[in-house]
T-cell receptor, first 111, second 115 residues
């Protein structure tokens, strides 16, 4: 079964609104990473949060991690049309092995 | 630009052809990865190389054959593929495999179509 699973599978919002995507996982992790993928392109690393961290910020991105619930969320504030992409979470286990991606959330930001 | 390049970007091949995908990274990393991304499926890790040694093979069929001549180059040799092998093949690199902060840097991918 998958380690990371994002929800929703697809999200459509208006420009300027905030977008929140969630990731749940099953086993203990060392860190969790969020990636972005524009259609048919490679993935771009956005942010890494370690298991002993609860929140991280990077520009308009805010990531939270709740290890007790085995979940993470990615918040994009003041979204732009250019944020339209698929967003994936990836988990790394405690041994630094098993880098596993979830199925992704496809975000559409409408102008 | 992530520092990881892949060629070709698009490839169409018949089931009896032999072709190779190439990946090159200019980041000084020691680990390289091949992923397969099919429509509506999560990324599937295929192979991992760490310091030129294959450390992971996720039950990939033998019609896919990886080669890592040095830490900067990674190839995926393809032969007698099936139509279901059509997908986006992504290469990635990281400072090393198995590290605890192993952010991966991805190439743009090769879109493979098997007829």
């Amino acid at each position: 079964s998958q380690q990371g699973e994002e929800d929703p599978q697809a999200l459509s919002i208006q420009e300027g609104e905030n977008a929140t995507m969630n990731c749940s996982y099953k086993t203990s992790i060392n860190n969790l990473q969020w990636y972005r993928q524009n259609s048919g392109r490679g993935l771009v690393h956005l942010i890494l949060i370690r298991s002993n961290e609860r929140e991280k910020h990077s520009g308009r991105l805010r990531v939270t991690l709740d290890t007790s619930k085995k979940s993470s969320s990615l918040l994009i504030t003041a979204s732009r049309a250019a944020d339209t992409a698929s967003y994936f979470c990836a988990t790394v286990d405690n041994y630094g092995q098993n880098f596993v991606f979830g199925p992704g959330t496809r975000l559409s930001v409408l102008p | 630009e992530t520092g990881v390049t892949q060629t070709p970007r698009h490839l169409v091949m018949g089931m009896t052809n032999k072709k190779s995908l190439k990946c090159e990274q200019h980041l000084g990393h020691n680990a390289m990865y091949w992923y397969k991304q099919s429509a509506k499926k999560p990324l599937e890790l295929m192979f991992v190389y760490n310091f030129k040694e294959q450390t992971e093979n996720n039950s990939v069929p033998s019609r896919f054959s990886p080669e890592c001549p040095n830490s900067s180059h990674l190839f995926l040799h393809l032969h007698t593929l099936q139509p279901e092998d059509s997908a986006l093949y992504l290469c990635a690199s990281s400072p090393q495999a198995g590290g605890h902060y192993n952010e991966q840097f991805f190439g743009p991918g090769t879109r493979l179509t098997v007829l």
